[in-house]
């Protein structure tokens, strides 16, 4: 049976919007702006015309109902407010573009779950440009590029979620590609427990992780990476500036882990992002295991209530067969 989600109204975000932004803006609506899976994203409309956008990391805003995340696993669920303050310091510190912190509050003193409001970015997603014009984009995918070189040109002293890395916390795993490999060889055995084509193909594909695996030599450099950046989460300014978004899960990894996720989601604009000298051993590896996460997570989400359910299907049946194609099925 699907759970009564409720949702914060107006009324519920006035006291938060006050706090944030002071007594002299009056909060005159909300829209609760689509495609959020961990946490409600909501606009608020202020009497000046002005706006911002308020994050909201409550229950019932989580569809993945993952329960509590062990900071140590570099993958585990990337959701809540001391991540996203972590990760953004650290982008500050990076000079990369993030919306501008107005207000946190991990206290539930105006509501009851951990909230934040941010710089409302009005310009619109990198994809929906992109959709819409690609030449004029392209001013903006360039800019992009640059804002990528000043992210992967920052190092950290191990590898993990920037907020336990630069607190002096070490992640289990050993490794990137350690930590890659075992996620890797779970997610099979996942997928293969709710498809029958993955489950005729169990063997082949954890031989295939496996030997791909072998090939990965060892490596001591950790880079800071998003981890999940799509065109969908890069925002754009009315000047064309890239502002990346949802950033809880910034973290210290092998750069090649975001240009395999950059290659999948920019498609035929990825050569604009394209950079030498990355690791084709890790990418390979990298490759498989990133259609894996993309077919397990998913169908996890589609355990749930998630609402918006078709385009889930689509991404796992698409990184299934992409998964199946790379060990002969």
Partial sequence: MSRIRQHDTPAALAPLARAA???HRVLVGVVRLRGGTKKGVHRLFFDDDSTAVAYVWSADEDYWDA??????????HATGLALLTAAHERLARAGVRTPRLLYADATHTHLAADAAVVEDVRGGSLEEALRRDPRAADRTLRRLADELAALHA?????????????????????????????????????IAAREPRAA?????????VRSSAAAVRPRA????????????????????????????????????WEHVFLRLRFGPHYDALRVPGLDEDRLRLYSLAMHLSLVAGPLRLLDGDFPDRAPMRAIAEWNLLRALALVGR
């Fill in 21 to 23: 932004l002071g007594p």
């Fill in 67 to 76: 329960g509590p995340a062990d900071p140590r696993d570099p993958f585990s």
């Fill in 154 to 190: 920052q190092r950290g002293p191990a590898f993990g979620k920037v907020a336990l890395v630069d607190n002096g916390g070490l992640s289990a795993g050993g490794s990137c590609e350690h930590a890659v490999t075992d996620r890797a060889l779970r997610d099979i055995e996942e």
């Fill in 221 to 256: 450099r950790h880079t800071l990476v998003h981890g999940e950046l799509g065109p969908d989460h890069v925002l754009v300014t009315p000047d064309g500036a890239p502002v990346l978004i949802d950033v809880e899960g910034l973290m210290y990894f092998d750069v090649e």
């Fill in 200 to 208: 005729a193909a169990r063997g082949e594909l954890a031989d295939a």
